[in-house]
Nanobody, 124 residues
């Protein structure tokens, strides 16, 4: 499994960033995917997950209405559009492959493979 994240950076509060994850080395189009983040001093947490068929997606309460996850099975990519960013969104964001989902309800990375992470910094 090989996952490469891109699109992180520094923005002002209220700004937007778009994270992308390019995947290879596994059967992407039958794998649930997700984005997780690790904020300073915190444990890694689930942000958003999308099932293999782009069905019912999962969002953490803290990002609902601001973040949108999508995938392109033809290109083996998963994207996280992040709008109206706040300083609390500052974290290293990780792409995860083969997440365990109850579609729309929960997402676990217990069996996931990880990318190297990309830093997102939101200034107030």
């Amino acid at each position: 499994v090989h996952l490469v994240e891109s699109g992180g950076g520094s923005v002002q509060a209220g700004g937007s960033l778009r994270l992308s994850c390019a995947a290879s080395g596994f059967t992407f189009d039958i794998s649930n995917m997700g984005w997780f983040r690790q904020r300073p001093g915190k444990e890694r947490e689930g942000v958003s997950c999308i099932p293999w068929n782009s069905g019912s997606v999962y969002y953490a309460d803290s990002v609902k209405g601001r973040f949108t996850i999508s995938r392109d099975n033809a290109k083996s990519t998963v994207t996280l559009q992040m709008n109206n960013l706040t300083p609390e969104d500052t974290a290293v964001y990780y792409c995860a492959a083969r997440t365990l989902m109850v579609p729309g309800l929960t997402c676990s990375a217990a069996l996931a493979s990880w990318g190297q992470g990309t830093q997102v910094t939101v200034a107030s």
